[in-house]
Protein backbone atom coordinates (compact mmCIF):
# COMPACT_ATOMS: atom_id res chain seq x y z
CA UNK A 1 0.00 0.00 0.00
CA UNK A 2 1.07 3.36 -0.67
CA UNK A 3 1.22 6.95 0.72
CA UNK A 4 -1.79 9.04 1.50
CA UNK A 5 -2.90 9.81 -2.49
CA UNK A 6 -3.41 13.29 -3.34
CA UNK A 7 -6.45 12.84 -5.01
CA UNK A 8 -9.73 14.00 -2.92
CA UNK A 9 -11.88 11.57 -2.77
CA UNK A 10 -9.80 7.88 -2.32
CA UNK A 11 -8.72 5.93 0.48
CA UNK A 12 -5.83 7.46 1.92
CA UNK A 13 -3.90 4.11 1.74
CA UNK A 14 -4.55 2.19 -1.65
CA UNK A 15 -3.21 -1.72 -2.50
CA UNK A 16 -0.35 -0.53 -5.09
CA UNK A 17 -2.13 -2.56 -7.90
CA UNK A 18 -5.30 -0.19 -7.85
CA UNK A 19 -2.47 3.20 -6.88
CA UNK A 20 -3.75 5.96 -9.72
CA UNK A 21 -6.68 4.10 -10.67
CA UNK A 22 -10.46 5.77 -11.27
CA UNK A 23 -11.32 7.97 -8.10
CA UNK A 24 -14.25 6.62 -6.24
CA UNK A 25 -17.74 7.23 -6.35
CA UNK A 26 -20.73 8.14 -4.25
CA UNK A 27 -23.76 5.50 -4.40
CA UNK A 28 -26.58 4.78 -2.63
CA UNK A 29 -27.07 1.28 -0.52
CA UNK A 30 -30.65 1.37 -1.95
CA UNK A 31 -29.61 0.89 -5.75
CA UNK A 32 -26.50 -1.91 -4.76
CA UNK A 33 -29.42 -4.50 -3.19
CA UNK A 34 -31.02 -7.18 -5.20
CA UNK A 35 -34.22 -6.13 -3.23
CA UNK A 36 -35.72 -3.42 -0.78
CA UNK A 37 -34.50 -2.93 2.88
CA UNK A 38 -36.95 -6.05 4.63
CA UNK A 39 -38.04 -6.15 8.59
CA UNK A 40 -37.76 -9.22 10.47
CA UNK A 41 -39.65 -11.47 12.48
CA UNK A 42 -42.23 -9.81 15.11
CA UNK A 43 -42.24 -12.61 17.61
CA UNK A 44 -40.52 -13.29 21.24
CA UNK A 45 -37.60 -15.57 21.86
CA UNK A 46 -38.16 -18.69 23.06
CA UNK A 47 -35.75 -21.18 24.79
CA UNK A 48 -33.66 -22.82 22.64
CA UNK A 49 -34.26 -26.43 21.21
CA UNK A 50 -32.77 -28.07 18.15
CA UNK A 51 -36.73 -28.22 17.29
CA UNK A 52 -37.20 -24.88 16.52
CA UNK A 53 -35.07 -22.26 14.24
CA UNK A 54 -32.54 -20.23 16.04
CA UNK A 55 -33.59 -17.14 16.66
CA UNK A 56 -30.71 -13.75 16.27
CA UNK A 57 -31.60 -10.09 17.90
CA UNK A 58 -29.79 -7.43 18.48
CA UNK A 59 -29.05 -8.73 21.71
CA UNK A 60 -27.21 -11.46 20.45
CA UNK A 61 -24.95 -9.44 18.12
CA UNK A 62 -21.23 -8.54 19.88
CA UNK A 63 -19.36 -5.19 19.52
CA UNK A 64 -17.43 -7.02 17.00
CA UNK A 65 -20.27 -7.78 14.78
CA UNK A 66 -20.17 -11.43 15.72
CA UNK A 67 -23.34 -13.66 16.03
CA UNK A 68 -23.16 -14.42 20.37
CA UNK A 69 -23.96 -18.40 19.85
CA UNK A 70 -23.04 -19.24 23.22
CA UNK A 71 -26.53 -17.86 24.45
CA UNK A 72 -28.48 -18.34 21.61
CA UNK A 73 -32.34 -18.87 21.69
CA UNK A 74 -35.19 -19.62 19.53
CA UNK A 75 -38.40 -18.45 17.64
CA UNK A 76 -41.55 -20.88 18.07
CA UNK A 77 -43.01 -20.22 14.24
CA UNK A 78 -43.06 -22.54 11.42
CA UNK A 79 -40.33 -20.16 9.42
CA UNK A 80 -40.47 -20.16 5.87
CA UNK A 81 -36.92 -20.25 3.96
CA UNK A 82 -37.23 -16.35 3.26
CA UNK A 83 -37.21 -15.87 6.95
CA UNK A 84 -34.03 -17.48 7.43
CA UNK A 85 -30.72 -15.15 6.62
CA UNK A 86 -28.27 -16.69 3.40
CA UNK A 87 -24.99 -16.25 3.23
CA UNK A 88 -23.76 -13.14 3.16
CA UNK A 89 -26.86 -11.49 3.98
CA UNK A 90 -26.59 -8.19 6.30
CA UNK A 91 -28.80 -7.26 9.36
CA UNK A 92 -29.17 -3.64 10.87
CA UNK A 93 -30.40 -2.63 14.08
CA UNK A 94 -33.07 -0.15 13.58
CA UNK A 95 -34.05 1.05 17.14
CA UNK A 96 -33.26 1.83 20.29
CA UNK A 97 -29.15 2.58 21.90
CA UNK A 98 -28.00 -0.11 19.47
CA UNK A 99 -29.33 1.44 16.44
CA UNK A 100 -26.68 1.28 13.11
CA UNK A 101 -25.19 -2.18 15.05
CA UNK A 102 -24.30 -4.93 11.77
CA UNK A 103 -24.21 -8.52 11.53
CA UNK A 104 -23.03 -10.53 8.20
CA UNK A 105 -24.25 -13.48 8.11
CA UNK A 106 -21.70 -16.45 7.92
CA UNK A 107 -23.01 -19.78 6.82
CA UNK A 108 -20.86 -21.43 9.76
CA UNK A 109 -22.74 -19.65 12.23
CA UNK A 110 -25.80 -21.95 11.21
CA UNK A 111 -29.22 -21.01 10.00
CA UNK A 112 -30.81 -17.71 11.92
CA UNK A 113 -33.84 -16.45 11.67
CA UNK A 114 -33.66 -12.60 12.03
CA UNK A 115 -36.08 -10.38 15.03
CA UNK A 116 -38.21 -7.37 14.05
CA UNK A 117 -35.84 -4.79 15.44
CA UNK A 118 -33.28 -5.89 12.97
CA UNK A 119 -33.39 -4.86 8.82
CA UNK A 120 -32.07 -7.17 6.57
CA UNK A 121 -30.31 -5.98 3.32
CA UNK A 122 -28.86 -8.10 0.26
CA UNK A 123 -25.89 -6.52 -1.73
CA UNK A 124 -26.04 -7.28 -5.19
CA UNK A 125 -22.92 -9.30 -5.65
CA UNK A 126 -22.05 -8.23 -8.98
CA UNK A 127 -21.94 -4.38 -7.66
CA UNK A 128 -21.15 -4.45 -3.80
CA UNK A 129 -19.53 -7.16 -2.08
CA UNK A 130 -20.83 -8.02 1.17
CA UNK A 131 -17.50 -8.39 3.19
CA UNK A 132 -16.68 -4.96 1.77
CA UNK A 133 -19.81 -3.51 2.72
CA UNK A 134 -19.44 -5.40 6.10
CA UNK A 135 -16.32 -3.58 6.78
CA UNK A 136 -17.59 -0.13 5.76
CA UNK A 137 -20.25 -0.48 8.59
CA UNK A 138 -17.79 -0.35 10.83
CA UNK A 139 -16.32 3.07 10.21
CA UNK A 140 -16.21 6.26 11.66
CA UNK A 141 -17.62 7.51 8.17
CA UNK A 142 -20.83 4.78 8.56
CA UNK A 143 -21.07 5.73 12.45
CA UNK A 144 -21.14 9.75 11.92
CA UNK A 145 -24.04 8.93 9.45
CA UNK A 146 -25.50 6.66 12.00
CA UNK A 147 -26.14 9.62 14.78
CA UNK A 148 -27.34 12.07 12.26
CA UNK A 149 -29.75 10.12 10.67
CA UNK A 150 -30.85 8.53 14.01
CA UNK A 151 -30.77 12.32 15.94
CA UNK A 152 -34.90 12.76 16.29
CA UNK A 153 -37.17 13.02 19.64
CA UNK A 154 -38.18 10.51 21.26
CA UNK A 155 -36.11 6.82 20.91
CA UNK A 156 -33.08 7.05 17.79
CA UNK A 157 -34.47 4.85 14.82
CA UNK A 158 -33.39 4.53 11.19
CA UNK A 159 -36.08 2.80 9.06
CA UNK A 160 -35.64 0.58 6.07
CA UNK A 161 -35.41 3.54 3.53
CA UNK A 162 -33.04 5.39 5.60
CA UNK A 163 -30.76 2.60 5.53
CA UNK A 164 -31.43 2.31 1.68
CA UNK A 165 -30.83 6.24 1.18
CA UNK A 166 -27.24 5.44 3.14
CA UNK A 167 -24.10 6.84 0.72
CA UNK A 168 -21.36 4.35 0.43
CA UNK A 169 -18.25 5.49 -1.08
CA UNK A 170 -17.35 2.69 -3.61
CA UNK A 171 -14.45 1.77 -6.22
CA UNK A 172 -15.02 2.73 -9.87
CA UNK A 173 -14.11 1.28 -13.76
CA UNK A 174 -13.16 -1.86 -14.69
CA UNK A 175 -11.32 -3.16 -11.55
CA UNK A 176 -13.68 -1.70 -9.02
CA UNK A 177 -15.00 -5.59 -7.72
CA UNK A 178 -10.92 -6.58 -8.01
CA UNK A 179 -10.32 -3.66 -5.18
CA UNK A 180 -13.11 -4.75 -3.10
CA UNK A 181 -12.33 -8.22 -3.06
CA UNK A 182 -8.88 -6.52 -1.84
CA UNK A 183 -9.95 -4.59 0.77
CA UNK A 184 -12.74 -7.35 1.54
CA UNK A 185 -9.97 -9.92 1.67
CA UNK A 186 -7.22 -7.53 4.04
CA UNK A 187 -10.17 -7.41 6.57
CA UNK A 188 -11.38 -11.10 6.35
CA UNK A 189 -7.78 -12.29 7.37
CA UNK A 190 -7.54 -9.48 10.24
CA UNK A 191 -10.73 -10.83 11.55
CA UNK A 192 -9.58 -14.42 11.53
CA UNK A 193 -6.35 -13.10 13.63
CA UNK A 194 -8.94 -11.50 16.13
CA UNK A 195 -11.09 -14.60 16.01
CA UNK A 196 -8.45 -16.58 16.95
CA UNK A 197 -7.09 -14.52 19.60
CA UNK A 198 -10.07 -14.46 21.17
CA UNK A 199 -10.22 -18.19 20.78
CA UNK A 200 -7.08 -18.27 23.30
CA UNK A 201 -8.66 -15.18 25.43
CA UNK A 202 -11.82 -17.50 25.96
CA UNK A 203 -10.28 -20.65 26.41
CA UNK A 204 -7.57 -18.49 29.15
CA UNK A 205 -10.66 -17.21 30.81
CA UNK A 206 -12.93 -20.86 31.06
CA UNK A 207 -9.03 -22.24 32.50
CA UNK A 208 -9.44 -19.79 34.92
CA UNK A 209 -12.36 -20.89 36.17
CA UNK A 210 -12.06 -24.52 35.96
CA UNK A 211 -9.16 -24.10 38.36
CA UNK A 212 -11.01 -21.67 41.05
CA UNK A 213 -13.48 -24.47 41.44
CA UNK A 214 -10.65 -26.90 42.13
CA UNK A 215 -8.27 -24.85 44.30
CA UNK A 216 -11.38 -23.61 46.23
CA UNK A 217 -14.00 -26.14 48.30
CA UNK A 218 -17.04 -26.61 46.91
CA UNK A 219 -20.57 -26.46 48.50
CA UNK A 220 -20.81 -29.11 51.44
CA UNK A 221 -16.63 -29.89 50.97
CA UNK A 222 -14.00 -28.36 53.65
CA UNK A 223 -11.37 -28.50 51.49
CA UNK A 224 -10.58 -27.85 47.75
CA UNK A 225 -10.30 -30.80 45.27
CA UNK A 226 -6.98 -29.68 44.20
CA UNK A 227 -3.82 -29.04 47.04
CA UNK A 228 -0.64 -27.85 45.94
CA UNK A 229 2.24 -30.83 47.30
CA UNK A 230 3.49 -28.71 50.28
CA UNK A 231 -0.30 -28.01 51.68
CA UNK A 232 -1.81 -31.62 50.58
CA UNK A 233 -2.27 -32.06 54.00
CA UNK A 234 -3.34 -28.65 56.26
CA UNK A 235 -6.75 -28.21 57.26
CA UNK A 236 -9.13 -25.29 56.01
CA UNK A 237 -10.72 -23.90 59.34
CA UNK A 238 -13.74 -22.18 59.20
CA UNK A 239 -13.46 -18.75 59.77
CA UNK A 240 -15.92 -15.53 59.88
CA UNK A 241 -15.04 -12.93 57.81
CA UNK A 242 -15.17 -10.28 60.66
CA UNK A 243 -11.55 -12.20 61.65
CA UNK A 244 -10.10 -11.42 58.23
CA UNK A 245 -10.95 -7.73 57.28
CA UNK A 246 -12.26 -4.90 58.66
CA UNK A 247 -14.13 -1.81 57.89
CA UNK A 248 -11.51 1.16 57.46
CA UNK A 249 -12.37 4.56 57.06
CA UNK A 250 -9.44 7.18 56.00
CA UNK A 251 -11.89 10.60 55.75
CA UNK A 252 -10.33 13.52 53.73
CA UNK A 253 -10.86 17.01 53.90
CA UNK A 254 -11.59 18.03 50.44
CA UNK A 255 -9.10 20.81 48.80
CA UNK A 256 -11.00 22.72 46.40
CA UNK A 257 -8.15 23.71 44.00
CA UNK A 258 -6.79 20.11 44.04
CA UNK A 259 -7.89 17.38 41.87
CA UNK A 260 -8.90 13.88 42.74
CA UNK A 261 -9.51 10.63 41.07
CA UNK A 262 -13.02 9.38 41.91
CA UNK A 263 -12.77 5.81 41.61
CA UNK A 264 -15.91 2.90 41.69
CA UNK A 265 -15.78 -0.64 40.59
CA UNK A 266 -17.11 -2.27 37.77
CA UNK A 267 -20.29 -5.11 38.15
CA UNK A 268 -19.43 -8.75 37.70
CA UNK A 269 -15.85 -8.43 39.26
CA UNK A 270 -14.75 -6.26 36.18
CA UNK A 271 -12.49 -4.42 38.68
CA UNK A 272 -11.58 -0.94 40.67
CA UNK A 273 -11.29 2.18 38.14
CA UNK A 274 -11.07 5.90 38.15
CA UNK A 275 -14.06 7.28 36.17
CA UNK A 276 -13.49 10.81 37.02
CA UNK A 277 -10.38 13.19 37.47
CA UNK A 278 -12.21 16.33 39.21
CA UNK A 279 -11.36 19.39 41.43
CA UNK A 280 -12.49 19.05 45.41
CA UNK A 281 -15.18 21.81 44.68
CA UNK A 282 -16.91 19.80 41.79
CA UNK A 283 -17.38 16.73 43.63
CA UNK A 284 -20.96 16.47 45.47
CA UNK A 285 -20.82 13.21 47.03
CA UNK A 286 -21.39 13.67 50.93
CA UNK A 287 -18.11 12.30 52.17
CA UNK A 288 -14.76 10.83 50.64
CA UNK A 289 -12.23 8.62 51.63
CA UNK A 290 -8.93 8.06 50.75
CA UNK A 291 -8.28 4.58 49.12
CA UNK A 292 -4.88 3.07 48.98
CA UNK A 293 -3.15 0.01 47.30
CA UNK A 294 -4.67 -3.24 48.04
CA UNK A 295 -7.77 -1.98 49.74
CA UNK A 296 -10.63 -4.14 48.95
CA UNK A 297 -14.18 -1.96 47.89
CA UNK A 298 -17.65 -3.34 48.05
CA UNK A 299 -20.26 -1.18 46.52
CA UNK A 300 -23.39 -1.03 48.98
CA UNK A 301 -25.98 -0.85 46.34
CA UNK A 302 -24.84 -2.91 43.81
CA UNK A 303 -23.12 -5.79 45.29
CA UNK A 304 -25.59 -8.50 44.55
CA UNK A 305 -24.40 -7.32 41.36
CA UNK A 306 -20.30 -8.75 42.81
CA UNK A 307 -19.64 -5.25 42.07
CA UNK A 308 -16.26 -5.61 44.41
CA UNK A 309 -12.41 -5.56 43.71
CA UNK A 310 -9.06 -4.48 44.56
CA UNK A 311 -7.74 -0.87 44.57
CA UNK A 312 -4.67 -1.24 42.31
CA UNK A 313 -1.67 0.53 43.04
CA UNK A 314 -1.44 3.19 40.65
CA UNK A 315 -4.74 3.89 42.08
CA UNK A 316 -3.37 4.87 45.45
CA UNK A 317 -4.58 8.25 46.51
CA UNK A 318 -7.82 8.30 45.06
CA UNK A 319 -10.81 8.62 46.59
CA UNK A 320 -13.89 6.74 46.76
CA UNK A 321 -17.84 7.97 48.10
CA UNK A 322 -19.49 6.59 50.98
CA UNK A 323 -21.14 4.58 48.61
CA UNK A 324 -18.52 1.81 48.99
CA UNK A 325 -17.19 0.29 52.09
CA UNK A 326 -13.39 -0.11 52.21
CA UNK A 327 -12.19 -3.05 52.97
CA UNK A 328 -8.11 -4.38 55.25
CA UNK A 329 -6.87 -7.39 55.46
CA UNK A 330 -6.23 -8.68 58.89
CA UNK A 331 -3.34 -10.44 60.34
CA UNK A 332 -3.35 -13.99 59.02
CA UNK A 333 -5.51 -12.74 55.19
CA UNK A 334 -3.75 -12.52 52.36
CA UNK A 335 -6.03 -9.69 50.38
CA UNK A 336 -5.24 -11.12 47.04
CA UNK A 337 -6.20 -14.63 48.03
CA UNK A 338 -9.47 -12.70 49.49
CA UNK A 339 -9.99 -11.43 46.26
CA UNK A 340 -10.63 -14.69 44.66
CA UNK A 341 -12.35 -16.05 47.48
CA UNK A 342 -15.18 -13.32 46.75
CA UNK A 343 -15.63 -14.57 43.22
CA UNK A 344 -16.55 -17.85 43.86
CA UNK A 345 -20.32 -18.51 43.27
CA UNK A 346 -21.40 -19.26 46.80
CA UNK A 347 -19.77 -15.95 48.10
CA UNK A 348 -21.73 -13.84 45.29
CA UNK A 349 -24.98 -15.77 47.00
CA UNK A 350 -24.05 -14.73 50.25
CA UNK A 351 -23.38 -11.11 49.18
CA UNK A 352 -27.77 -11.31 48.36
CA UNK A 353 -28.51 -13.20 51.80
CA UNK A 354 -26.51 -10.17 53.25
CA UNK A 355 -28.88 -7.39 51.35
CA UNK A 356 -32.14 -5.85 52.28
CA UNK A 357 -34.30 -4.28 50.07
CA UNK A 358 -37.48 -5.17 47.75
CA UNK A 359 -36.22 -3.90 44.41
CA UNK A 360 -32.89 -5.70 43.21
CA UNK A 361 -31.11 -2.48 42.02
CA UNK A 362 -32.47 -0.74 45.50
CA UNK A 363 -30.80 -3.30 47.69
CA UNK A 364 -28.73 -2.05 50.04
CA UNK A 365 -25.69 -4.22 51.70
CA UNK A 366 -25.72 -4.51 55.14
CA UNK A 367 -21.87 -5.00 55.86
CA UNK A 368 -22.28 -6.35 59.65
CA UNK A 369 -24.14 -9.41 59.02
CA UNK A 370 -21.79 -10.14 56.03
CA UNK A 371 -19.21 -10.46 58.49
CA UNK A 372 -20.46 -12.60 60.60
CA UNK A 373 -20.82 -15.58 57.85
CA UNK A 374 -18.50 -18.26 58.12
CA UNK A 375 -16.47 -19.90 55.33
CA UNK A 376 -13.41 -22.43 54.98
CA UNK A 377 -9.64 -20.57 54.96
CA UNK A 378 -6.37 -21.87 54.53
CA UNK A 379 -3.21 -21.23 56.54
CA UNK A 380 -1.61 -17.91 55.19
CA UNK A 381 1.26 -19.69 53.65
CA UNK A 382 -1.33 -21.93 51.37
CA UNK A 383 -3.86 -18.35 50.91
CA UNK A 384 -0.43 -16.58 49.50
CA UNK A 385 0.03 -19.97 46.65
CA UNK A 386 -3.32 -20.00 45.53
CA UNK A 387 -3.50 -16.03 44.88
CA UNK A 388 0.09 -16.14 43.45
CA UNK A 389 -0.95 -18.88 41.02
CA UNK A 390 -4.37 -17.39 40.25
CA UNK A 391 -2.49 -13.49 39.86
CA UNK A 392 -0.06 -15.44 37.61
CA UNK A 393 -2.97 -16.26 35.66
CA UNK A 394 -4.31 -13.08 35.19
CA UNK A 395 -1.11 -11.61 34.29
CA UNK A 396 -1.53 -14.02 31.28
CA UNK A 397 -4.96 -12.91 30.31
CA UNK A 398 -4.30 -9.27 30.73
CA UNK A 399 -1.62 -9.80 28.44
CA UNK A 400 -3.78 -11.97 26.00
CA UNK A 401 -6.44 -8.94 26.41
CA UNK A 402 -3.62 -6.28 25.09
CA UNK A 403 -2.49 -8.37 22.22
CA UNK A 404 -6.34 -8.70 21.10
CA UNK A 405 -7.01 -5.00 21.87
CA UNK A 406 -3.85 -4.32 19.40
CA UNK A 407 -5.14 -6.29 16.70
CA UNK A 408 -8.71 -4.40 17.27
CA UNK A 409 -7.03 -0.96 17.33
CA UNK A 410 -4.83 -2.25 13.78
CA UNK A 411 -7.92 -2.87 12.29
CA UNK A 412 -10.09 0.14 13.41
CA UNK A 413 -6.99 2.36 12.14
CA UNK A 414 -7.00 0.41 8.63
CA UNK A 415 -10.98 0.81 8.19
CA UNK A 416 -10.25 4.36 8.17
CA UNK A 417 -7.93 4.71 5.67
CA UNK A 418 -9.02 2.02 3.40
CA UNK A 419 -11.99 4.10 3.00
CA UNK A 420 -12.24 7.80 2.14
CA UNK A 421 -14.25 9.22 3.81
CA UNK A 422 -17.86 11.12 2.64
CA UNK A 423 -16.64 14.48 3.02
CA UNK A 424 -13.61 14.17 0.90
CA UNK A 425 -10.73 14.82 3.23
Known amino acids: MMAKHPSPFVPKLRFPEFEGGPEWEEVTLGALLIRPPEYGVNAAAVPFSESLPTYIRITDINEDGQFGARSRVSVDIDATDDQYLEDGDIVLARTGASVGKSYRHRREDGRLVYAGF ?22 WSYWDWVRLTSARSGQPGINGNEYASMPLPLPQGERALAEQRKIADCFGSLDDLIAAQGRTLETLRQHKEGLMQQLFPQPGESTPRVRFPEFVNAVWESKTLGTLVSNTERPIVMDDETEYALVTVKRRYGGVIAREILKGKAISVKSQFLVEANDFLVSKRQIVHDACGLVPAELTGSIVSNEYSVLTAKNGCDIGFFNYFTQQPCVSESFLQSSVGIVIEKMLFKLDWW ?55
Open 371 to 425: LKLAFPFPSFAEQQRIADCLSSLDARLAAQVRKLNVLKTHKQGLLQRLFPTLDGQ
Open 118 to 139: LIRIRPNHERLLSQFLGAYLLT
